[in-house]
């Protein structure tokens, strides 16, 4: 199953060490640490093999993608002797970058970038295209009676004002060119009542929001825990300390705010209360692609005694994203392929914020996720609730 992987962000660091890894796992230079569906229990035959994912993508900058892999490399992100490797392989990659669409109105980018897909597509003749935003991460959507429904919303998008955020008008150009949409980031996307009704309309699945890679992946095993003990978590508080582009842009108080919200969702949705304490992101530029998080919690147990725990997580934030980039490319080209409609709720595994999903608890998210994955495999549909 030829199946693309079209970048929003695509020469930003999570996408380029998805690209650097999914090309190093082709050419079998790497192993598939960190890639959850080479795991037994998700492995199987619905899903495209990594030498049918074939890269493009749109970005703002025009840094070309080997001085991006380089620098990842020097960085220690990525090892030297993979990006060295894989020139032309890059090469080709890069020849499918394009920069992001530019015009008079949302509208007039929206069908440049349908273009963009639709090209790529027929250029390469995928079965189908994955369209998966990594850019930075923007500020909550500013409402708009255009974001209702359809037919609202692309008569907005002839006027002159901004009607969608960037994340929402790649997910509108990729539902109009038929692919399938998924958000790794805290932003928009795809979550408006008109894109919704257009991915039904037009057959296709979406999935999201915002990658859990670290700090909230360790809470989704922790909270259920305290929860289970029945153990009262009084307070829980987070730093965050991180640099790179993502550290960068999240100085922004707009976008700040869209990620600490997402962060926080879990400790409220699994303990049913919220505890005190917040998290923080602050940038370090020096910490590069590196962050940092600690996190202190205070909880009570029998008779009311007082204890706490703390934890540091130090992880390399595009080592860890990169490889559930490939797995969501896969696992949603695969429900594609079997016909699932709408919101990928049994993809909530992967996301900090997921759509629709009863549990943010990563122990019943994998155990929804292995039933979907298994149904896919078996040749029926993921499941009843999406089969379209
Ligand atoms: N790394 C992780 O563990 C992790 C986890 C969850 C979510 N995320 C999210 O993934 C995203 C990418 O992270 P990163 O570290 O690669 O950031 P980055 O800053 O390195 O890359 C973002 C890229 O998006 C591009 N971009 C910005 N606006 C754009 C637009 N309108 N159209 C096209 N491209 C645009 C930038 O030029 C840049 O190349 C962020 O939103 C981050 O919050 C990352």
């Known amino acids: 199953m030829r199946t693309g992987v079209w970048l929003v962000g695509a020469r930003g660091s999570v996408a380029t060490t998805s690209i650097v890894g999914g090309l190093a796992l082709r050419a079998g230079l790497a192993g598939p640490t960190g890639c959850v569906t080479e795991l037994p229990e998700l492995r199987g035959p619905a899903l495209p093999a990594f030498a049918d994912l074939v890269y493009g993508g749109h970005d703002v900058v025009t840094t070309p993608l080997c001085k991006r892999a380089e620098a990842l490399a020097a960085a220690g992100v990525l090892p030297g002797r993979l990006v060295a490797a894989l020139p ?76 969608l955020p960037a994340s929402s008008l790649y997910a509108y150009a990729a539902l109009e060119a038929g692919c399938a949409y998924v958000d790794f980031t805290p932003s928009t996307g795809a979550r408006l009542p008109a894109l919704h009704t257009l991915a039904v309309e037009r057959g296709l699945p979406y999935a999201g929001h915002d990658g859990k890679t670290g ?60 505890p005190q304490g917040e998290t923080r992101i ?30 540091t997580w130090h992880g390399c934030d595009s080592a860890l994203a990169a490889p559930l980039v490939l797995d969501l490319a896969r696992l949603t080209a695969a429900a594609h392929a079997a016909g699932e409609v709408g919101p990928l709720t049994e993809l909530g595994f992967f996301f900090k914020d997921p759509l629709g999903s009863p549990s943010h608890s990563l122990a019943e998210q994998w155990g929804r996720l292995v039933n979907f994955t298994r149904g896919l495999h078996a040749g029926h549909g993921g499941s009843d609730e999406h089969a379209g």
Do not use: C
């Open 215 to 274: 700090e909230t992946l360790v809470k989704s095993v922790l909270a259920p825990m305290f929860a289970m003990r029945h153990l009262r978590v009084r307070s829980w508080s987070g730093l965050n300390l991180l640099g790179g582009g993502d550290g960068a842009n999240l100085v922004d108080p707009g976008a700040n705010a869209a990620k600490v919200e997402s962060k926080q969702r879990v400790l409220g949705e699994t303990l049913g209360y919220v």
């Open 88 to 163: 032309d392989e890059l090469a080709a990659v890069e020849e499918e970058l394009r920069p992001a669409p530019t015009g008079a109105t949302q509208a007039v980018r929206a069908v440049a970038a349908t273009r963009d897909l639709i090209g790529f597509r027929d250029r390469h003749q995928l079965d189908r295209v994955v369209v998966v935003n990594v850019s930075a991460t923007e500020p909550p959507a500013h409402p708009h009676p255009g974001h209702a429904d359809p037919t609202a919303l692309r008569a907005a998008l002839t006027g002159p004002q901004e009607v």
């Open 282 to 311: 602050d940038f370090v530029e020096e910490l590069g692609d590196f962050k940092t998080a600690w996190d202190l919690i205070t909880f009570s147990g029998f008779l009311d005694t007082r204890m706490r725990m703390e934890f």
